[in-house]
């Protein structure tokens, strides 16, 4: 898992709005997606440069302008001051260890979201989404290129629904119910992870087991501290009184945030889970100890009298009559095996093994 705090030791000592991207820089080169539409027109391109979006700005109809990979901060720069962006916002687009929130700015809205997705070592890692909602444009900046979008682009291309009947909102709507699906792959993949460690756990208890159960708790508490902030930002959105947000689209917004009301509570069903289950590897560890301190505590008993005629016929004395007995060692051999036969006896007998 990824750490929820990225160092910002370079940007110690800068003045507020200074543009340093803090995250890591996934690809070498920036690439910028335009989507222009409206109801009766859809044109989709890539852009080489921020130059290019500055015809693309004032051409009629909504512009959809998605940008994969912040290491470039100049074009970050250019893009902002195309579309009046404070350089407060620019900075929180760079700095890619935001919490989900929304900020209204009057003429636009800035949204903060967190892509959740697994690594082929079952380890969770987040990316930071920004999305910038204006009158008749939307901008959205991930940290890498991704198919996450791909879902809302094809939507727009074969003109099903609303999406392009409606405003700019809606199709913010659509990026963010998109984001939001997603968890839902995320809490399927926990969920097997859970269901198999739990069938593993009943049949032995390792340590390995233990660092699973561990593991497991981390990325849900990780997701957890994303969620719900994510529920406060879209809680706002449904509430809000921009002008950018029509008051029919409002209620699509509500639809979202069941959704993640959904995935808190499962998050938290999960948690329990591994409670339980880090209960069950104790109590199993604890009886396996047991079960050892058993069989330990058997064997001294058993040996106790054994030892004790050992030492009894071990003593150096002059006068001991049995060590004379033609049978005395096998007499002692005997005594010794009938006492530890008749102890294990006694032992089943008292279902203590």
């Given amino acids: 898992m990824n750490t929820a705090l990225k160092k910002r030791s370079k940007k110690a000592g800068l003045i507020p709005g200074s543009l340093i991207h803090i995250g890591k820089a996934y690809a070498e080169k920036s690439k910028i997606t335009i989507i222009r539409y409206d109801e009766n027109y859809f044109e989709e391109k890539e852009a080489s440069s921020a130059a290019d979006l500055c015809e693309e700005k004032n051409k009629p109809g909504k512009l959809w302008i998605n940008v994969d990979g912040l290491q470039d901060v100049a074009l970050l720069e250019n893009v902002g001051n195309l579309f009046r962006l404070h350089p407060l916002i620019l900075e929180d687009i760079l700095n890619t260890d935001q919490r989900p929130k929304i900020e209204d700015l009057s003429e636009y809205l800035y949204i903060v979201l967190r892509k959740f997705q697994n690594h082929e070592s079952n ?34 291309r074969s003109d ?66 994303s969620l719900w902030p994510l529920r406060e930002t879209i809680s706002s959105l449904q509430r809000s009184d ?94 010794m095996l009938t006492i530890a036969v008749l102890m294990l006896k006694f032992f089943r007998k008292k279902k203590w093994i």
């Fill in 123 to 156: 380890a969770t890692y987040s990316e930071q989404i920004s999305i910038v909602l204006g009158k008749n444009f939307i901008l959205s900046f991930q940290e890498k290129e991704s198919a996450l979008f791909e879902p809302v682009r094809e939507r727009l």
């Fill in 160 to 225: 099903k629904g609303k999406i392009r009947k409606a405003g700019s909102d809606y199709l913010v709507h659509a990026l963010i119910d998109n984001v939001v699906d997603n968890y839902f792959f995320l809490l399927e993949d926990i969920e097997e992870r859970i269901e198999k460690l739990e069938d593993d756990l009943i049949k032995q208890t390792t340590p390995e087991k233990l660092q699973a159960i561990h593991n497991l708790k981390r990325e849900l508490i990780f997701f957890r501290k």
């Fill in 242 to 335: 921009s002008p950018l947000i029509d008051e029919p689209n409002a209620v699509y917004f509500k639809d979202i945030f069941d959704h993640i009301i959904a995935i808190i509570d499962t998050v938290d069903t999960f948690r329990e889970m591994l409670s339980g289950m880090l209960d069950v590897y104790l109590s199993a560890a604890s009886m396996k100890l047991n079960e050892v301190m058993k069989v330990l505590t058997i064997i001294a008993t058993i040996f106790m009298p054994l030892t004790f005629l050992a030492g009894v016929y071990g003593m150096n004395f002059k006068y001991m009559p049995e060590l004379e007995w033609p049978w005395g060692y096998f007499g002692v051999w005997v005594v």
